[in-house]
């Protein structure tokens, strides 16, 4: 059964740090990976979908890695925002069902 | 990007009653929509997979009799929360399989926000 772990729970950081979120997932046979934004109350916005053979993805201040044989992705943002204080979830989808299969996601906030 | 829609977009009911929530893909065809319930400051757990013209699967612990769900088109989805209780207020989100360039990709609604007095 896959399972999805995002490392850190929660980050606080100044504005204009860099910063690196973390994803793992335990079955490697995946479809692709996709990381989200939640804004409180809100739903999903889509930011990076990366295919299994792709090893990363890149949009803006965000890129995001894959590394599909190690079940790892990382999702970095540049020059932090207080804009992109959210939450961030991770979600990989298998192979064979396309259900997406989410972590518990980091909860972000950029000081101003 | 494809859009999906649900409506109603927050509903308020009381213990007993049935609720009906609705998603649609609105510019595309999915002949799978999935449905995904959020409790607060939790992540979305997947309860059921809506495959046009047949019946949902279900995820473990889901009760098909009290989440019934409908994919009577290639662009509808309805999931009716039976006889609902306190316990069953969350956030409601589906979502629609698309095939883009010959690559798979959800494309999520806006969500619909049950609370159940």
């Known amino acids: 059964k896959q399972e999805v772990t995002q490392i850190p729970a929660a980050l606080s950081v100044p504005e204009g740090e860099n910063l690196v979120l973390n994803c793992s997932f335990t079955?490697?046979?995946?479809?692709?990976l996709q990381w989200f934004r939640q804004d409180p109350g809100k739903g999903l916005t889509s930011l990076l979908l990366?295919?299994?053979?792709?090893r990363e993805q890149t949009s803006g201040r965000l890129n995001a890695s894959l590394d599909k044989s190690s079940g790892r992705s990382t999702l970095y943002i540049a020059a932090s925002q207080p804009g992109d204080s959210a939450t961030y979830l991770c979600?990989?989808?298998?192979?064979?069902?396309?259900?997406?299969?989410f972590g518990s996601g980091t909860r972000l906030l950029v000081r101003p | 990007g494809a859009v999906v829609s649900q409506h109603p977009s927050w509903v308020i009911c009381k213990s007993g009653t049935s609720v009906k929530i609705e998603c649609r893909s609105l510019?595309?065809?999915?002949?799978?929509m999935f449905w995904y319930r959020q409790f607060p400051k939790q992540s979305l757990m997947l309860m059921a997979t809506?495959?046009?013209?047949?019946?949902?699967?279900?995820e473990q612990g889901v009760e098909k009799d009290k989440f019934l769900i409908n994919h009577a088109s290639l662009t509808l989805s309805t999931l009716t929360v039976t006889s609902a209780h306190p316990e069953d207020s969350s956030f409601y989100i589906c979502?629609?399989?698309?095939?883009?360039?010959?690559?798979?990709?959800?494309?999520f609604g806006p969500g619909t926000r049950l609370t159940v007095l």
């Open positions: 979502s629609a399989n698309a095939e883009t360039s010959g690559n798979h990709e959800q494309f």
């Open positions: 079955d490697s046979a995946i479809y692709n």
């Open positions: 990366i295919q299994s053979s792709q």
């Open positions: 979600a990989v989808q298998g192979d064979s069902s396309y259900k997406l299969i």
């Open positions: 510019d595309f065809q999915a002949t799978t």
């Open positions: 809506s495959n046009e013209g047949s019946k949902a699967t279900y």
